[in-house]
């Protein structure tokens, strides 16, 4: 247990930083069991007009990527987004609240493009977002923008 960078931990903490922000925000936000696929959380607009699924993906570094699975990703619709997490020691938490879709394009795009060559085996490599994606101008308009969500 004396392992505070355990990863386990730094997906948990992830998930609890983003329910807390979207409660802040006065959005109702329900983190899932572990073995429910592809959603953390389930959120809704306080009226519960509204709601959506999200996926949190928390990190302590800001190099590399997030393995984002196996699979070409599926498309859940316009209300399913990812968080992404930064829990850098030392730095303030930053979030990244991005599309599902906009996700799955550009995790796609990256992956093919790193296929090209390899072997077959390469074919069953886990599919990465990178952290450099969310370091660019591109997905500054994500950055701690809540708003993307619209549960308010």
Do not use: C
């Amino acid at each position: 247990m004396g392992n505070k960078n355990h990863k386990g931990f730094t997906g948990i903490a992830g998930e609890y930083f983003t329910a807390a922000e979207i409660s802040k925000r006065g959005g109702i936000a329900t983190i899932t069991l572990k073995n429910t696929p592809d959603i953390d959380i389930l959120a809704s607009s306080a009226d519960g007009k509204k709601t959506v699924s999200i996926q949190v993906k928390a990190g302590r570094l800001t190099t590399g990527g997030f393995i984002v699975g196996r699979e070409k990703m599926r498309s859940f619709g316009r209300s399913s987004f990812y968080v992404f997490v930064s829990l850098k020691e030392g730095a303030e938490k930053g979030y990244w609240i991005i599309p599902q879709s906009v996700v799955a394009r550009i995790t796609e795009s990256d992956y093919q493009r790193w296929i090209k060559g390899r072997p077959a085996r390469s074919k069953r490599a886990p599919r990465t977002f990178q952290w450099k994606h969310l370091k660019s101008r591109r997905f500054q308009k994500y950055h701690d923008n809540w708003g993307v969500l619209g549960l308010w």
